[in-house]
């Protein structure tokens, strides 16, 4: 499985981006899809997930701000980002669960900042 995010880059306090990640294989063969985000001298934390139901699960500190979606025919998840906080800075990778097993993407970095 191969899961490449894109859509990071430099954003300014208060604004919007989308983040998408693309998968090598059908996205429903995954018991669950997500995003977790790592910031600078701190532990990977969930930011948002999406099971094979499609019932979604997110991180207190960003419900209401980001929203994570799925689309089957292009076999992506994707992370929309708004009212992003400095706080939201990190590295944000994606995430595709198989049974037990997690695969992981490289990773996108989210710097918010002005």
């Known amino acids: 499985v191969q899961l490449v995010e894109s859509g990071g880059g430099l954003v300014q306090p208060g604004g919007s981006l989308r983040l998408s990640c693309a998968s090598s294989r059908n996205i429903f063969d995954f018991n669950s899809m997500g995003w977790y985000r790592q910031a600078p001298g701190k532990q990977r934390e969930l930011v948002a997930t999406i099971n094979v139901g499609g019932v979604t699960k997110y991180a207190d500190s960003v419900k209401g701000r980001f929203f994570i979606s799925r689309s089957g025919a292009e076999k992506t998840v994707s992370l929309q980002m708004t009212t992003l906080k400095p706080e939201d800075t990190g590295i944000y990778s994606c995430?595709?669960?198989?049974?037990?097993?997690?695969?992981w993407g490289p990773g996108t970095q989210v710097p918010v900042a002005a």
């Open positions: 995430t595709a669960r198989i049974l037990s097993y997690d695969n």
